[in-house]
């Protein structure tokens, strides 16, 4: 994915009469763009955009590319109607998805798809860059699940990668993180995932979303400290590492960037899918306001 893709997808949003609005969309196969009239009270100021792929999922060798324009004080929410399939793969081809937004001063712009679902044999490959400035806000949420456990897929994709660079005024690299999952000789997906189906990260930042960032590193740090406090005489037990049961949910929780510019990082895995949606729905609910609807109800 180093050579740029032509793009199939790009909305731009600007402020007109008062208000978030798209001046531009664009799309063309296998991408679909949604912008529903409304969602949520009317007084939200907010624009919902459903990212479709026609055929129910991204096909081998698909390449999707979209590029986003959120200008200032804006609030924009790019979303799915469900999540994101990825078919097996045919003569080793690898599908691909990019994004590249540009968020403005005082913008919001929140990135909250369902999860990526790679079937088995699938090679799958996405990058994710953001440009913003000091005084911009950005939630993105990117995660993915084993596979069709209904079919008894556990982790049995061959490929999958996904990247997210943050860069600030002048090109200043605030985050860069690439998760990279394959299967090779000798190493097995599954056996390293340890029983967990599910992994997340969630990046905050933003002035607007400090009160969110403070809940989230609270939060987190208090639920995983109950998780792994070491069994002492106090509670009777031995302390043995056979007292301490695998937990359902484990998370850790930290900062990044400058410090006038700080973001929150959470990285989540889960033994379930629902467990990983109530996670995102308790601890970004307080968008509500922002965004008309709670993220994930």
């Known amino acids: 994915m180093e050579e740029r893709m032509a793009e199939t997808g790009y909305i731009a949003v600007e402020r007109v009469e008062g208000r978030s609005t798209v001046t531009r969309c664009f799309c063309k196969y296998p991408l679909k763009l949604i912008v529903p009239k409304k969602v949520g009270p009317s007084a939200t ?19 999707v590319s979209c590029g986003l324009s959120v200008a200032d004080d804006c609030t924009v929410a790019l979303t799915t109607q469900a999540s994101t399939k990825v078919y097996k793969s045919v003569d080793s081809k690898c599908s691909e998805q990019a994004l590249e937004a540009r968020v403005g001063r005082n913008a919001f712009l929140a990135v909250i798809p369902d999860p990526v679902t790679c079937f088995s044999t699938a090679r799958y490959s996405q990058k994710q860059v953001f440009y913003v400035y000091p005084d911009s806000n950005l939630v993105v949420v990117d995660w993915i699940t084993s596979g069709r456990h209904e079919s008894g897929e556990r982790w049995n994709f061959e490929l999958y990668k996904s990247t997210n660079h943050i860069f600030g005024e002048g090109h200043q690299p605030l985050f860069i993180d690439s998760i990279l999952l394959e299967e090779r000789s000798g190493t097995s997906i599954s056996k390293n995932m340890q029983g967990y189906q599910v992994i997340a990260m969630i990046i905050i930042m933003g002035p607007k979303l400090k009160h969110v960032q403070n809940q989230v590193l609270d939060e987190v740090k208090r639920m995983m400290s109950g998780h792994f406090r070491t069994p002492g005489p106090a509670t009777g037990r031995s302390g043995s590492k056979h007292d301490l049961k695998k937990p359902e949910l484990v998370a850790s929780c930290s900062t990044f960037g400058p410090k006038m510019q ?18 995102l729905r308790h601890h970004l609910a307080s968008l509500e306001p922002l965004l008309g609807v709670s993220p994930y109800r």
Not at 47 to 63: E, K, L, N
Not at 268 to 275: F, I, L, N, P
């Open 45 to 63: 100021d907010a624009v919902w955009i459903y990212s479709i792929s026609y055929g129910g999922g991204i096909v081998s060798g698909d390449r």
């Open 262 to 279: 700080a973001g929150v990082v959470v990285r989540v895995a889960a033994m379930t899918t629902e467990s990983v949606y109530m996670f």
